[in-house]
């Protein structure tokens, strides 16, 4: 694949998302996974996030584990860091998983320091937050908010906190007391936590020390971020974002380490186009407002997105098939109407929640954001997805909002500005590339625009979802 030179030298790489998430962070982070880490970690969110890896064939979604847990009967350790949030629920079915496929995980650690997800966290959140509709922010309901809520108000249950009965009846009352939460009683919460907590009982740790060990030790150690920076609690779009810092910062942190402890930070950018799921402020989206009221309406999920353009698919085992280059797709996406092109863009690049099933929002990449993303993750980045365009009649890329290259958090703002955007001409099928000047000339001439707009380094383009489709600077 060639990341190899990337990793030369180095002892640490984190992998985060320079924009709203679901960017492909998992494909770069299962390669190093794979062929370099001794340690891979998380440190941020919980099961709002999600990735999927196949081992002889067989596939297996994991929330919680780090890319790295198919990998631990070669010894690869993994972290769950101190700045998650668990669902024990959640993390006993994952070992289940592991159980079942015969595949040992001798070597995890779970932070006694991290804080558990209760279950009137998730109700919580699904009655607040997860329709964006009565001005919810469209959270992936899996109660990650109310958590961090009550990590910050120090009312929050840490994992240490699940072995002794009456710290944690105490814990609970003041975390029920506080949201005035009656419907599951403390006694039955607690039968309810504990047997889960067994389980992962053996894994657990001081596994901020035990970072510190491993790099003493010298250690190769991937940190796998969660999210994208503007989703994050510190640099995203507030009060649009997730409960963490899913900068290089917040997920240093959440591992016990500083962000300069980190060799190589790589902001992993989708691109020419972007996703949002959720609500919130999204300048470049295609079909403005009227796409984001459309996304509002949950019901546009995959196959019914299918089925009102009479676009042919299968159905197997709950799972749809269909062919991304239908030539119906492909006219969409050219389609003089934006929210005709914004469906097709969607249909091509198969963008639904892995966590939620959403219809996730489709915009052209935005320099000015990833700019500010730059500001904080550092210059490397990887760009992903650049085949989802091929075959498009054009794309663009915007450069300004009004005139200025400044980006504000401000929602409002956001909402209110025109982004700037410059147009590339179309670009056919990519096939094998071994050398950035073999890309496409329009690829490659917005690229280079893209870096000094942002005083950015793109280091990896991926073309595809195979490991071979990847391009290393
Ligand atoms: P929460 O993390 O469930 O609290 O959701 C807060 C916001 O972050 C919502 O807009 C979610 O759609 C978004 N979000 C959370 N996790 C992900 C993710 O993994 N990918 C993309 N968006 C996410």
């Not at 890319?67 to 079915?93: A, K, P, Q």
């Not at 109407?337 to 929640?353: C, K, V």
Request: some cysteine.
């Amino acid at each position: 694949m060639g990341l190899e030179e990337l990793t030369f030298g180095k002892q640490i790489i984190a992998v985060v998302c320079n924009q709203f998430g679901d960017t492909g962070k998992g494909k770069i982070s299962d390669y190093f996974a794979t062929y370099w880490a001794d340690v891979c970690s998380r440190g941020t969110g919980g099961n709002n996030a999600g990735h999927t890896t196949v081992v002889n064939g067989v596939k297996r979604v994991f929330h919680l584990l780090p890319c790295g847990i198919v990998h631990d009967s070669r010894g690869v350790i993994n972290v769950l860091g101190n700045g998650m949030v668990i669902n024990l629920e959640v993390l006993n079915h994952e070992l289940d998983q592991l159980d079942s496929g015969n595949m040992t995980y001798n070597n995890l650690m779970v932070s006694e320091d991290a804080h558990v997800i209760l279950p009137f966290h998730i109700d919580i959140d699904k009655a607040l937050n997860q329709s964006q509709l009565n001005g919810g922010i469209g959270a992936t309901g899996r109660g990650i908010g109310p958590c961090y809520e009550d990590k910050i108000g120090r009312r929050g249950i840490m994992i240490r906190d699940l072995f002794d009965r009456d710290k944690l009846f105490r814990k609970l009352i003041k975390s029920m007391n506080h949201h005035e939460y009656e419907n599951i009683p403390v006694d039955d919460m607690i039968s309810y936590l504990m047997p889960l907590a067994d389980r992962i009982r053996p894994f657990i740790r001081n596994t901020i020390n035990e970072m510190h060990d491993l790099v003493r030790q010298g250690k190769k150690i991937s940190i796998e971020g969660a999210q994208g920076n503007n989703l994050s609690i510190e640099f995203g779009t507030y009060p649009y974002v997730t409960g963490s810092d899913c900068s290089v910062n917040g997920t240093a942190a959440g591992v016990g380490l500083s962000a300069r402890a980190i060799d190589l930070c790589l902001g992993v950018v989708k691109y020419p186009f972007m996703t949002r799921v959720g609500g919130g402020p999204f300048p470049t989206e295609i079909g403005g407002k009227r796409a984001e009221e459309y996304c509002q309406d949950e019901s546009h999920v995959l196959e019914r997105e299918l089925i009102d353009n009479q676009i042919p698919f299968e159905k197997l085992n709950g799972k749809i098939k269909y062919d991304y280059n239908n030539k119906k797709i492909l006219e969409m996406m050219g389609s003089n109407d934006e929210l005709t092109q914004n469906i097709g863009l969607r249909l091509r690049a198969n963008e639904y929640g892995a966590t939620t099933g959403r219809p996730r929002r489709v915009g052209w990449v935005d320099a000015v954001s990833a700019r500010f993303a730059v500001g904080i993750n550092g210059p490397d980045m990887v760009l992903t997805k650049v085949d989802c365009l091929e075959s498009a009649s054009g794309f663009k890329i915007c450069y300004d909002y009004d005139g200025t290259n400044v980006f504000s958090r401000d929602p409002d703002h956001l909402r209110k500005v025109t982004p700037g955007y410059r147009d590339y001409g179309c670009y056919d099928k990519i096939g094998e590339v071994n050398d950035f000047n073999d890309l496409p000339t329009s690829l490659r001439t917005s690229i280079d625009d893209f870096e000094r707009f942002t005083h950015g380094h793109v280091r990896v383009v991926s073309y595809g979802a195979e490991r071979d489709a990847t391009l290393v600077r």
